[in-house]
Each structure stands twice: as C-alpha cells, then as structure tokens.
C-alpha cells in the first residue's frame, strides 16, 4: 500500500516506533503526536482519513486543529511538527534501521553546543493544585519570547494530555 493511502492513524503509530528506537525524543514524540492528533480529531472524515487526506488539509483548512481559534504562533507550530512528522513518514518507507529522521542532521550542531558552559539557572519551588510538589528550573535571564515558547509549550502538554484523556475515554465506550 502507497504510504499516501495509509490511514492517518499510521502517523501516531510511526511517531511511537521512531520514539522507541530513538529516531526522536520524548519530547519531539509528545509535540508531534499532539499536533498529528488533533488535525485528525478535528477532521469531519477522521475515521478514513488518509495520509495524503490529512496532508491536504493541512494546506486547504485555515485550522485544521481545533474548532476554537489559535494564535498564528500556535497554526505555524502545528503545521511544521505535521510537516516534520509527513516528511520523515515519507521518507522512511518502512525500514527503521536504515531511515534517518530529519532531526539527526541538527545532532553536530547539538554536540557543539553542549560543550559550552550552562547558562546560569534559577530553581522555583512550586506546589501544584493536586497537592504535588515540583521544581521549575529555567535560565536566569528569560526574555520576553522566551516566556511565550513556554507558554505554548505548556499549553501543547496540557492539550495533549487533554487529547490522550479523551481518546481513553471513547474507547472506553465504544
């Protein structure tokens, strides 16, 4: 079967295999399966929906994400974990041994980086609603964009455990 007219869901299942032989991490797995997730909760065909389908969607719907609107900042985010997921999908073709996610290509550029010298940290102590105690840790000096990112990186954990939470209790249903 072309990878085009593989069902949608086939790009959950490819993000979890490429997480677990370490093509991407934990991270990369929680964003990118978020945002494939919702473009295909949100797609009226989402039962048949294809690989190619969800691609054309991605381009042809203004939000393919979510019935609410989103920031520009968010849609740009959204769109680009999709078209990162959609282009290692492709050029994986079913070989995880041999396939090489996109990502791999910025590793030198990590290394180098991880040779400097840690920016200087502050250490937050944080007692959340659920009575659990947690530690934020973050660069002394945060910008203005920066606070932003978080933000929407916190937003993004939280629709995704949102996301999960739901799909758990459809199929508990069904």
């Known amino acids: 079967m072309a990878q085009g007219h593989r069902p949608a869901t086939a790009l959950i299942d490819f993000i979890r295999e490429a997480g677990q032989r370490g093509r991407y991490n934990n991270s990369q797995m929680r964003l990118y399966g978020t945002a494939v997730a919702l473009i295909i909760r949100n797609a009226p065909d989402r039962r048949s929906l294809t690989v190619d389908e969800l691609e054309q969607r991605l381009t042809a719907v203004t939000n393919p994400f979510s019935p609410d609107s989103l920031k520009e900042m968010s849609l740009a985010s959204y769109r680009s974990r999709v078209k990162r997921v ?14 090489q996610a996109s990502e791999l290509a910025k590793s030198s550029k990590t290394k180098q ?3 400097q010298a840690p920016p200087p940290t502050a250490l937050t102590q944080i007692q959340l609603p659920g009575g659990h105690d947690a530690e934020l840790r973050y660069p ?3 910008g203005v964009r920066d606070l932003e990112a978080l933000s929407i990186l916190l937003k993004s954990i939280a629709e995704h ?11 508990e249903g069904e």
């Not at 959609?86 to 396939?99: E, H, N, Q, V």
């Not at 455990?161 to 199929?171: C, D, N, P």
């Open 86 to 99: 959609l282009k290692d999908f492709r050029r994986w073709s079913g070989d995880y041994d041999t396939w």
């Open 113 to 115: 980086l991880s040779l």
């Open 140 to 142: 002394s000096e945060l």
């Open 161 to 171: 455990l949102s996301v999960q939470a739901a799909a758990l209790k459809k199929g």
